[in-house]
């Protein structure tokens, strides 16, 4: 689950990294390619891979990395939210060409499987971490469908670049709604399905593919999905112990684990403290996961090898973390 393209000093330290280009690439929609002041590649990464901004006031922020793979610097695309809580503000009008933005990552949790065919569906933003997507599967040989929606083709960020590739644009103002049910109809069973953008979008293909009896997508979300809590025994007080140490902490009803560990100086990273970005990823030794997240797949969660401590509990009353 954890991506290993990188060394965990890099992945979990933020560093400054220079806007050598801002470009307006939308209605609302900013990009920045960063590089490093000195001159040097950028650390590797694969298709999916997103990273964390820290912004003025504390803001923490995930972005998926859209530039190309091999190329030695990376660029992110950020939507102006109107309704958000200040990140996506603070990249439109508190960065500049030549500024410093700090980074940390890159981290990936929505890698590309390899697969002979793929169904790509993008929802307005969410084209971001599918675009690097399209050279991977094409240098696997293997063949793909693109469908990218968005409110209307002024909205749709890169869609002039996309569509000379090959990618299918779908303005709902012109075309309506993306026809999910007969997108997930034509797949076959090899086909592997990915998807991110909006949450309605997102629960549509999931139910989609749980209709035609195919496996759950694989999606990434900007935001945490509801999550039904009741009887999933997670609430109640329990202990903590980190396997290096032997340290033992105690999680009552009202904290997250996250904060429990943090508050006692234990060396536990967390970025959106919601369970979509995969920051706080930690391996369990011994213990019964309740897992909250909106990140692992059921596979990853039947395993019971991962969880994320910012939401996630223990449904008994100890649970060993390798940290």
């Known amino acids: 689950m954890s991506d290993s393209s990188v060394s965990a000093s890099i992945v979990d330290e933020f560093r400054e990294l220079l806007i050598i280009e801002r470009r307006d690439e939308a209605d609302g929609i900013v990009s920045l390619r960063l590089a490093d002041p000195s001159g040097a590649p950028l650390p590797a990464w694969e298709p999916g891979a997103h990273v964390d901004v ?53 981290r990936n949790h929505f890698a590309l499987i390899e697969a002979p ?53 779908w303005p709902q103002d012109e075309q309506g709604l993306l026809p999910i049910t007969d997108l997930i109809a034509g797949c076959s069973p090899e086909t592997a399905v990915y998807c991110c953008g909006p949450e309605p979008l997102i629960t549509a293909v999931e139910q989609a593919c749980a209709a035609a009896g195919r496996p759950a997508p694989h999606v990434e979300r900007f935001a945490p999905k509801v999550i039904d809590t009741t009887g999933d025994h997670g609430d109640h007080a329990f202990t903590v112990v980190i396997n290096s140490s032997g340290n033992e902490y105690v999680v009552p009803v009202e904290r997250s684990i996250a904060e429990v560990l943090q508050a006692a100086g234990e060396k536990l990273v967390t970025s959106c403290a919601e369970g979509i970005c995969g920051t706080c990823e930690t391996k369990v030794i011994s213990g019964v996961i309740v897992h909250r997240d909106s990140l692992l797949s059921e596979e990853d969660r039947e395993e019971g090898i991962f969880m994320m401590p910012c939401v996630s509990r223990c449904a008994g009353d100890r649970l060993v973390l390798d940290l």
Not at 54 to 79: F, H, K, M, N
Not at 80 to 103: F, P, Y
């Open 54 to 106: 820290l912004l003025d006031g504390g803001l923490e922020r995930q972005y998926s990395l859209c530039s190309g793979v091999g190329e030695p610097t990376w660029r992110i695309a950020v939507l102006r939210e109107l309704a958000g809580r200040g990140g996506s503000a603070a990249i439109h009008d508190g960065t500049k060409q030549d500024g410093l933005l700090r980074v940390r990552g890159p």
């Open 117 to 169: 065919d793929y169904l790509f569906i993008a929802g307005g933003i969410g084209v971001t971490p599918l675009m690097p997507m399209l050279a991977a599967a094409q240098g696997l040989g293997a063949t793909w469908r693109f469908m990218y929606g968005g409110r209307s083709r002024s909205s749709m960020a890169f869609v002039d670049q996309l569509t000379e590739f090959g990618v299918v644009p």
